[in-house]
C-alpha cells in the first residue's frame, strides 16, 4: 500500500499544487487547509506522514505538530518554510519535526526525498524497537567484533538504517571505529555496488576543503591549471564518508547544509550547478551540541546530519570484547609477518584487559602488533605486552595526575561546581575561573542539573 500523505496549506492553489505532485504512483495525498480540519483527519484516517506549512490560519504549525505529537507521537511530522524563516523550522525540529523544507521549493524530486526520508527514520525507530525486544538476537559484520550488548545495540542500528537513504552521523572516540561502521553502512545499502568516498576534513587544510569536498574549475585560484571534480562528484551513486565534521570550518558547513537540502552545488569558481545523489555519513569525536553552545557548528545542519545517530562506545564500556578483538589482530598480525602464534597467555590477556586503553580499538591493535613483532615463542606472554602507560610524574609533595577512582568527566564536573562555588553562583565569574565562554558553562551546568538563570 502506498504511503498516505496529509498536507496542510492554507493557500488554495499551492495546497492543489502539492497534491497534484505528490499524489500518483508514490504516495496518496491528501490535503486540507487548517490545523483542526488535520487533526480531524488525523483522528479518523490513516496518514503515514503530515507536511505541514509553518503560518497557518487560527494554528500555527509549531502548535499544529504539538497537537499531532499528544496524538500520534510516532507519526512523522515535516515543516515547511519560507527561506528567511529557517531559524523558524530549526525550532519546530527542536520541537520535534523529522525535518524541513524550504519554499519555494528546490524542485518536486526535493520534497519527495524529504519526505521519503522522514518516512525512512520512523520505520528505521519501529525496527529498533523491534531489536531492543529481541535480546537474543546477534548480529555479525565482517571486522567488527561485537559480543558486548553496546555493541550490539550499535549493529543493530546499522543493520537497519543501511536500507534506507538517511544520513547517519556516527559519534565516539577517537579509534572506535567510525571508519569500519560508515563502511559496513554502505556495504549494506542499496549503493554497495556504488563508491564508497572518505574524506577526513582534519587532514586537508581548511583553505582547501571546499576544493576536496565541491570540486574546482579551472582558473579557480592560482595553480587551478585544470577543473577538478571533488569528492561528492565522485562519490555519486553511491556513499560519501565526512569523518571530523565537527572541525568543517563555518563556511563549508554552508554548502554542506545546501547539499543535504537540495542535492546540489557549484564548483569552486564555477556557476553550473551539479546535481549528485549522494549518502553522506558523518563522523566526530567532538560534542556537537556543545560546538553549538560554542558557535562553532550550525544548528541547522546539525539537525540534518542527525537523523540517525549511531553512539559509539569507547573500549573501556565494553572490555568484554577484548579477548576476541585482540584474538582478531593477533591471527592479522601474525599471518603478516609470517610467525606462528597459536594465542595469548592468561596473564598477557589479563593485563590487556585491565588497562583503560585511552585509544581504544586503534591502541589495542597498535599494542597486539607490537607484540606479535616482539614474540619469541608461540604464545604472547606478558613481557610482549609493551603498553604505554607514561606520564607526567608529579613533583615531591604534588597531587596525583588524577583522584584514586575518579573518571576525567567526574573530575570535570568537580571541578565545575567548584568555580561555582567560589563564584557565589555567579556563571560569569565562573566561566573566567575555568576558561570557558559563558554559553559553554551554562551547557555542562544543564548536564549537572542547575536551574538556567539567564541573568546570572
Not at 520535534?96 to 524550504?102: L, Q
Not at 591471527?331 to 586503553?357: C, N, V
Not at 606472554?381 to 588524577?402: H, R, V, Y
Request: charge should be negative.
Amino acid at each position: 500500500m502506498k504511503p498516505s500523505v496529509l498536507i496542510v496549506e492554507d493557500e488554495p492553489q499551492m495546497r492543489r499544487l502539492l497534491e497534484l505532485n505528490l499524489g500518483g504512483d508514490e504516495y496518496i495525498a491528501h490535503s486540507v487547509g487548517t490545523a483542526e480540519d488535520a487533526l480531524k483527519f488525523i483522528e479518523t484516517s490513516h496518514v503515514d506522514v503530515v507536511l505541514s506549512d509553518l503560518k497557518l490560519p487560527s494554528m500555527s504549525g509549531l502548535e499544529l505538530l504539538e497537537a499531532v505529537r499528544r496524538i500520534r507521537a510516532d507519526l512523522p511530522f515535516v515543516v515547511m518554510t519560507a527561506y528567511g524563516s529557517v531559524e523558524s523550522a530549526v525550532g519546530a525540529m527542536k520541537a520535534g519535526a523529522n525535518d524541513y523544507i524550504p519554499k519555494p521549493f528546490p524542485s518536486w524530486d526535493a520534497v519527495k526525498i524529504v519526505i521519503a526520508r522522514a518516512l525512512d527514520v520512523r520505520r528505521l525507530r519501529e525496527e529498533n524497537r523491534n531489536l531492543r525486544e529481541a535480546l537474543g538476537q546477534r548480529y555479525d559484520l565482517p571486522g567488527i567484533v561485537a559480543q558486548s550488548p553496546k555493541m550490539q545495540e550499535a549493529l543493530g542500528l546499522v543493520e537497519r538504517v543501511a536500507q534506507t537513504n538517511s544520513t547517519v552521523l556516527i559519534c565516539g572516540e577517537s579509534g572506535v571505529g567510525k571508519d569500519l561502521v560508515a563502511r559496513a553502512i554502505h556495504q549494506r545499502s542499496r549503493r554497495s555496488k556504488g563508491p564508497f568516498v572518505k574524506i577526513n576534513s582534519t587532514a586537508i587544510p581548511e583553505n582547501l576543503l571546499e576544493s576536496e569536498l565541491f570540486g574546482y574549475e579551472k582558473g579557480a585560484f592560482t595553480g587551478a591549471a585544470t577543473s577538478k571534480p571533488g569528492k561528492f562528484e565522485l562519490a555519486d551513486g553511491g556513499t560519501l564518508f565526512l569523518d571530523e565534521i565537527g572541525d568543517v570550518p563555518p563556511p563549508v558547513q554552508v554548502k554542506l547544509l545546501r547539499v543535504l537540502q537540495e542535492r546540489e552545488f557549484e564548483r569552486l569558481g564555477g556557476t553550473k550547478t551539479v546535481k549528485v545523489d549522494v549518502r553522506l555519513v558523518a563522523a566526530t569525536n567532538r560534542d556537537l551540541r556543545a560546538a553549538l553552545e560554542d558557535g562553532t557548528f550550525r544548528e541547522d545542519l546539525y539537525y540534518r546530519l542527525n537523523v540517525v545517530p549511531i553512539n559509539l562506545p569507547p573500549l573501556r564500556e565494553h572490555k568484554e570484547d577484548i579477548s576476541a578483538l585482540a584474538a582478531l589482530f593477533l591471527r592479522k598480525y601474525a599471518q603478516s609477518s609470517g610467525k606462528r602464534i597459536d594465542g595469548i597467555s592468561p596473564a598477557a590477556m589479563e593485563r590487556l584487559t585491565q588497562f583503560h586503553w585511552p585509544g581504544n580499538v586503534r591502541e589495542l591493535e597498535n599494542v597486539i602488533e607490537r607484540a606479535v613483532a616482539l614474540s619469541q615463542g608461540p604464545v604472547i606472554e606478558p613481557g610482549d605486552i609493551l603498553i604505554d602507560e607514561a606520564t607526567p610524574k608529579p613533583s615531591a609533595g604534588a597531587a596525583p595526575f588524577l583522584p584514586e577512582g575518579i573518571t576525567l568527566e567526574q573530575w570535570e564536573d568537580e571541578m565545575i561546581r567548584e568555580a561555582m562555588r567560589r563564584a557565589a553562583g555567579n556563571k560569569s565569574q565562573a566561566a573566567r575561573l575555568l576558561g570557558l565562554s559563558r554559553n559553554a558553562l551554562r551547557y555542562r551546568l544543564s548536564k549537572l542539573g542547575f536551574a538556567d538563570d539567564a541573568e546570572n
